[in-house]
Nanobody, 125 residues
Framework: QVQLVEYGGGFVQAGGSLRLSCTAS?????????????MGWFRQAPGKEREFVAG?????????KYADSVEGRFAISRDSAQNILYLQMNNLEPEDTAVYYC????????????WGRGAQVTVSS
């Protein structure tokens, strides 16, 4: 079973930076090594629905996609050898406060079906 674990959340003042990491381990239900089609970051703020933040096709690391609200401030990257996904978050705003989740889409036509437990990011004004 694929397991995703997020690291790096915390408390930061507005304008500051944080980097989230997500480590992936395990095998798919069919017993194959972890090699997703795509991975992404999502977030959920209190009282709001979970929303997409950033994503990338795993093989080659491109293309990448960002939510309009984070474009130019956040950067998604990966270490494919270590199965680690990153989210560099710069110029953070109080509106970025949320629980951030790492997710994997194992096949191109599937959904993001594997999720981590989330990491809290709190940005003070």
């Amino acid at each position: 079973q694929v397991q995703l674990v997020e690291y790096g959340g915390g408390f930061v003042q507005a304008g500051g930076s944080l980097r989230l990491s997500c480590t992936a381990s395990g095998r798919t239900a069919s017993g194959r090594p972890f090699n997703p089609y795509a991975m992404g970051w999502f977030r959920q703020a209190p009282g709001k629905e979970r929303e997409f933040v950033a994503g990338m096709v795993w093989t080659g690391g491109k293309p990448t996609k960002y939510a309009d609200s984070v474009e130019g401030r956040f950067a998604i990257s990966r270490d494919s050898a270590q199965n680690i996904l990153y989210l560099q978050m710069n110029n953070l705003e109080p509106e970025d406060t949320a629980v951030y989740y790492c997710a994997a889409k194992l096949v191109r036509t599937g959904d993001f079906g594997s999720w981590g437990r989330g990491a809290q990011v709190t940005v003070s004004s």
